[in-house]
């Protein structure tokens, strides 16, 4: 083996060690007829907040200036409301950011009604240093990856059936 191969049998390595640990990741998705989806109490309305699974950012959903849940990427929440008007903004999840990161939701809300809404937007790829290896006799060498970023978000009222099709690839968490 010639010298000149060795810096590049590595970097192949590398990359190998690096994406073996998500290679055999196999996952059981429930059925869209499993979810359980949660009923309005007496006299108020649950709406549902779905991230859809392409958005790595987090978000903060506000509302007469009280934050109801902060998403998480792949998750959705269920909020119980009383009936009237609402104006929704989301927010970066960040805690040094206060920046509206989509268009504020309008929604009318009947008594005993449910709504799904989930946010969407454009996503823009691009080339990304995700690390750089040091090889000897090559010295340090960078490793590229895609990144990803989602801009022009705004919330999309959905049928309960793709509301529960988003719910079976991501998790519930609670409102705040």
């Known amino acids: 083996m010639s010298a000149r191969r060795i810096p590049y049998i590595c970097a192949i390595l590398a990359i190998i060690?690096?994406?073996?640990?998500?290679a055999g990741c196999a996952v059981v998705y429930p059925h869209p007829d499993s979810i359980v989806l949660q009923q309005p109490r007496t006299g108020e309305s649950v709406i549902y907040f779905l991230r859809s699974p392409h958005d790595s950012g987090q978000l903060a959903i506000e509302t007469n200036g009280k934050r109801l849940a902060?998403?998480?990427?792949?998750t959705y929440v269920a909020v119980s409301l009383l009936p009237?008007?609402?104006?929704f903004i989301t927010r970066s999840?960040?805690?040094f950011s206060n920046e509206g990161i989509a268009a504020p939701l309008e929604v009318s809300l009947k008594e005993n009604e449910r709504k799904f809404f989930y946010v969407s937007g454009n996503e823009e790829k691009s080339v990304a240093l995700i690390g750089v290896i040091g090889i000897q006799?090559?010295?340090p060498v960078p490793l590229l990856g895609q990144k990803s970023v989602v801009t022009n978000r705004e919330w999309r009222e959905c049928t309960e059936l793709d509301a529960r099709g988003l719910m079976t690839i991501s998790h519930r968490i609670e409102q705040e």
Do not use: N, T, V
């Open 70 to 74: 902060k998403l998480p990427p792949e």
């Open 93 to 95: 999840g960040d805690l």
């Open 84 to 87: 009237g008007e609402y104006r």
């Open 137 to 139: 006799g090559a010295g």
């Open 17 to 22: 060690c690096l994406s073996a640990p998500i």
